[in-house]
């Protein structure tokens, strides 16, 4: 598992990251909370044809730091650095929940490098009733640390998944998920969810370039349709796609959520390699010739 060194305003964080497939670049960002693991099923599906990055940023996984606050900014140098030391120079960057705000964030500073950008379940600014949500997380996590308790793993499933969850599941069958999701929730999950309080993208949307792909979750409880349309409205070259889950689809749906995101890569990897062609330029008349192959004149 390759690590990356890279200096945040804390103190240097040693950034680990799986680094899979091979073809063009694509970059994975995953949520409050979760790990690079999130992203397994839609690497399953694309390693073939994409060189996947799939990063942990700080509080997560296998990635250590200092321990502190963290940035907006702290986060999009981590996984940019990935980026950088997996040897992508240009590459397509999808995000999920706080992962979209990071791939936004990066996409506004780097331009240049990114081919284009999956937001899932984004959002562009920390408003009035997503403050009380995060605080709320917050809420549950401190009472989590001092009672030995599971109420943030509790209220997960009832936050993150649609119908088609509650549908398909049991009493017994939900009750073994919080279980896990208790034993498994990111260490860092509480310096995280101070990133999330922070989240102001509005001076940076118009400066994404990328074709962007705005995926939200029809039964989305935490992300409204009035942060998708603000998305919309705010970065140049989008479009717009609904997955019929909550906002925790790669969880509730990884099948359909790979396959969403899949196609909107596939079909940016033919258009690059139109556009390519379109451009090229037409090869020299002299220089096509074989000059070898033309007889002498008698």
């Not at 549950?140 to 499933?157: Q, V």
């Amino acid at each position: 598992m390759p690590v990356t060194q890279v200096p945040l305003a804390g103190g240097a964080a040693g950034v680990a990251y799986d680094h899979t497939g091979t073809g063009p670049g694509l970059v994975l960002v995953h949520g409050t909370g979760a790990t690079r693991q999130q992203w397994l099923p839609l690497t399953e599906a694309v390693a073939d044809r994409f060189t996947v990055v799939a990063p942990d940023y700080s509080g997560s996984g296998d990635t250590t730091d200092h321990g502190g606050p963290l940035t907006l900014a702290d986060l999009a140098d981590e996984v940019l650095a990935a980026a950088d030391h997996a040897g992508l120079d240009r590459f397509h960057l999808v995000g999920h929940s706080l992962g979209a705000a990071i791939a936004t964030h990066l996409a506004a500073h780097h331009p240049g490098r990114i081919r284009s950008l999956v937001l899932h379940a984004g959002w562009v600014r920390t408003d009035s009733r997503l403050r009380a949500e995060f605080t709320y997380w917050l809420d549950l996590l401190r009472t989590d640390a001092e009672h030995g308790t599971a109420h943030f793993a509790r209220m997960l499933p009832l936050m993150a998944f649609g119908p088609r969850y509650w549908e398909r599941t049991d009493t017994a069958a939900n009750e073994e998920l919080v279980r896990t999701l208790a034993a498994t929730l990111a260490p860092g999950t509480a310096r995280q969810i101070e990133v999330d309080l922070s989240v102001d993208l509005r001076p940076l949307l118009d400066r994404v370039t990328a074709p962007t792909l705005v995926l939200a979750s029809a039964h989305d409880r935490i992300m409204g349709a009035d942060q998708q349309q603000a998305l919309l409205a705010g970065i140049p070259h989008t479009r717009y796609q609904e997955i019929d889950a909550g906002h925790g689809a790669p969880g509730e749906d990884p099948a359909g959520f790979a396959a969403l995101i899949a196609a909107f890569l596939d079909e940016r990897r033919a258009a690059e390699a139109t556009e390519a062609t379109e451009t090229a330029p037409a090869p020299d008349t002299a220089d096509a010739l074989d000059l070898s192959t033309v007889a002498e004149p008698a």
